[in-house]
């Protein structure tokens, strides 16, 4: 890496601006959420250091060994990652987002436990806005039936989608997937799903595309901590 990580941060940031730039959005409009799976804890405690506050991590396994380590620290971990029926308990116990909810019965199981603990939960919705075997996600056409089923779940908070694109660099289809969650986010609304509002989408590859596509949080990794092992 040849930049600090403060450099790094700095230019992520400037290019986020110069997207909003772009289509004319407001840069405050656009979440970075540092995604510091395979990090070790020194490295989120220098993140930390940085002004970085909220982490996301796609194994909430990795999140029971780091948060010990980090516990002197004001950190949200936001779980990006699939998320096994089995480990809804840690999840519901650690993790103040989980932004890979994509069926009823991993909600049932978040349900049960944030019940018992007396919480509520924040969720994004992930939805499988490509046609990769390799990504998880509710289908587009599920998206409305199963935000009606989520009313039977009270602890928890619906707030957005999520998607991870097609890995390519055919710039159309990476931005098709972008819009297509943007447009079931505005059905959503227009359907009665006020809250459901925010959308994460970008990854460090394809952030700018999905800004210009209407992103709201972009979900950034190795640009920011560099290649993970
Ligand atoms: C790893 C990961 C990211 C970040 O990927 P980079 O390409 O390193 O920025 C974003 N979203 C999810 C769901 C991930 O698993």
Redesign the pocket.
């Known amino acids: 890496m040849p930049f600090s990580f403060q450099e790094r941060l700095s230019s992520i940031q400037a290019r986020i601006n110069a997207a909003c730039q772009r289509c004319g959005r407001n840069p405050s409009e656009i979440v970075l959420l540092p995604?510091s799976?395979t990090f070790d804890a020194p490295i989120v405690r220098e993140a930390v250091a940085a002004g970085l506050h909220r982490f996301?991590e796609?194994r909430v396994q990795e999140v029971r060994d780091k948060a010990p380590l980090l516990e002197d620290l004001s950190i949200e971990w936001v779980l990006?990652?699939h998320l096994q029926t089995n480990k809804a308990k840690d999840a519901a116990q650690l993790v103040g987002e989980v932004q890979s909810l994509d069926r009823l019965s991993l909600a049932e199981a978040l349900d049960k436990r944030l019940t018992k603990l007396g919480k509520t939960l924040s969720v994004l919705i992930q939805v499988k806005t490509s046609p990769e075997p390799s990504k998880f996600g509710l289908e587009p056409t599920e998206l409305l039936r199963f935000l009606e089923q989520l009313k039977d779940y009270p602890t928890l908070r619906p707030a957005g989608l999520m998607t991870?694109a097609i890995h390519s660099d055919d710039e159309a289809a990476v931005r098709s997937c972008f819009r297509t969650l943007r447009e079931l986010r505005d059905q959503a609304v227009q359907a009665g799903h006020h809250t459901v509002q925010r959308l994460s989408m970008g990854?460090?590859?394809d952030f700018e595309w999905a800004i210009e596509e209407g992103s709201t949080e972009v979900?950034?990794?190795?640009?920011l901590f560099g290649e993970?092992g």
């Open positions: 995604v799976k996301g796609n990006i990652g991870l990854m460090s590859g979900r950034i990794g190795s640009l993970r």
